[in-house]
């Protein structure tokens, strides 16, 4: 994880062992929710006239009704200069609105074979669960996920910032429409309407652009809990991609009193959605298995 700044109070909420936990949680949030989902699923209303509610629960419905899986490549540069990478194998699993996501360290090798597993609920009144599966320890560990603001492997992205945010949640205003890389987008501002929220996601106020037709969130900016630090969201090369649209590369950087501190890319390799995965996949004993087939399950992809 980063070990950028951040605010006395985050600091000490937060264990090592916490840290690497939703870490890999993250790994695989990532790869759901910044990516899109079936244009079927978008929200309905005329184009010309858009409330920022609408924009939001548009967000929303893009995650339902379908699954994924992908590798993700990940390059991490700190403000010195130091570059380090990860590579790691995440999937994940409508189960009605709410999502099942399963992660795996392929590399670096001091990380390789930690997975994870974690129930994204969207219901009123649950509380989502993450557990872990230590291969040094050979045992599976639950933990508690009320705060998601720790860091992908020392990256700028945090767990918080890539699961699925409630528009009920949030105060939020339209700020009018625009292009973005030759997609015509919606502006939104959103800003948590509890504390709770502030904590569980590390962010607080800002704007995001959304794809018109798919909703698909293609650029933010958002204030940070620490002070004077924001992190940015950017995508690139966005496609279908098995009636799903979504970009294959995106960078976040965190910004601290306007200069650049921090950037991490991620690359997508044999994205694959609505294949059907193995329902047994995703339940939490399966963690640490070798005979499911998930270690050794491989989109056909591929580049390489």
């Known amino acids: 994880m980063m070990e950028g700044p951040v605010s006395k109070r985050c600091v000490e909420r937060k264990a090592s062992i916490k840290a690497a936990v939703l ?30 509610e ?3 629960i548009g967000i929303e419905k893009r995650y339902n009704g379908y699954d994924s899986w992908r590798i993700m490549n990940i390059t991490i540069t700190d403000e010195a200069g130091g570059v380090k990478t990860r590579r790691i194998h995440a999937a994940h699993q409508n189960i009605g609105v709410h999502r099942r996501l399963r992660s795996k360290v392929l590399e670096p090798e001091e990380l390789r074979g930690f997975e ?32 998601l603001s720790g860091r992908l492997y020392g990256s700028d992205l945090s767990i918080g910032e890539m699961l699925i945010r409630r528009a009920k949640d949030y105060e939020c205003k339209l700020l009018g429409e625009g292009v973005y890389k030759g997609l015509p987008v919606w502006k939104v501002w959103a800003n948590p309407l509890e504390e709770s929220e502030v904590i569980r996601l590390g962010l607080r106020d800002g704007e995001v652009w959304i794809e018109k037709d798919t909703f698909l969130p293609v650029w933010s900016t958002f204030n ?43 690359e997508v390799e044999g994205e694959r959605f609505n294949i059907n995965l193995p329902t047994r996949w995703f339940e939490v004993d399966d963690l640490g298995g070798t005979t499911s087939g998930w270690n050794e399950w491989r989109s056909v992809n591929l580049s390489n």
């Open 23 to 52: 870490g890999c949680i993250s790994a695989l949030a990532v790869s759901v929710a910044a990516h899109g989902a079936l244009a079927a699923d978008r929200a309905e209303g005329p184009e010309d006239s858009m409330t920022c």
């Open 54 to 56: 609408e924009a939001l």
């Open 116 to 147: 994870a597993m974690a129930y994204d609920y969207f219901g009123d009144g649950e509380v989502d669960k993450v557990w872990t599966y230590l291969p040094s320890q050979g045992e599976l560990t639950e933990v508690k996920s009320e705060d």
């Open 224 to 266: 940070a809990d620490a002070p004077s630090e924001q992190r940015v969201f950017t995508t690139d090369k966005i496609r279908w991609q098995d009636g799903v649209y979504v970009p294959a590369y995106f960078k976040v950087f965190t910004r601290k009193e306007g200069r650049v501190i921090s950037t991490s890319v991620f």
